[in-house]
Nanobody, 111 residues
Framework: VQLAESGGGLVQPGGSLRLSCAAS????????MSWFRQAPGKGREWVAS????????NYADAVKGRFTISRDNAKNTVYLQMDSLEPEDTAVYYC?????WGQGTQVTVAS
């Protein structure tokens, strides 16, 4: 079982990034998936979730209207489109599925 995040990097305030999380090794395809993040010196916080079949989405208030979670079930991949990024979005971003976690990808928002 593996979750592999990618797409992080350094971006200026107001910029955009798209994170990907590819899942492999799961016995079944239909799982809800979520993104969390952990900023330096802070605990891990939930960012967004998407359900397995209906694709219903939910967002933390801090990112609502700026981030969009989506999924491609055929590719076992979930995405996080992040727009209008702010320095406060700087964190390691993790995807999670069925209790498993990826290794995280660093997002840094700075001018």
């Amino acid at each position: 079982v593996q979750l592999a995040e990618s797409g992080g990097g350094l971006v200026q305030p107001g910029g955009s990034l798209r994170l990907s999380c590819a899942a492999s090794g799961f016995t079944g395809r239909w799982y809800d998936m979520s993104w969390f993040r952990q900023a330096p010196g802070k605990g891990r916080e939930w960012v967004a979730s998407i359900t397995s079949t209906s694709g219903r989405t939910n967002y933390a208030d801090a990112v609502k209207g700026r981030f969009t979670i989506s999924r491609d079930n055929a590719k076992n991949t979930v995405y996080l489109q992040m727009d209008s990024l702010e320095p406060e979005d700087t964190a390691v971003y993790y995807c999670t599925r069925a209790g498993y976690w990826g290794q995280g990808t660093q997002v840094t928002v700075a001018s």
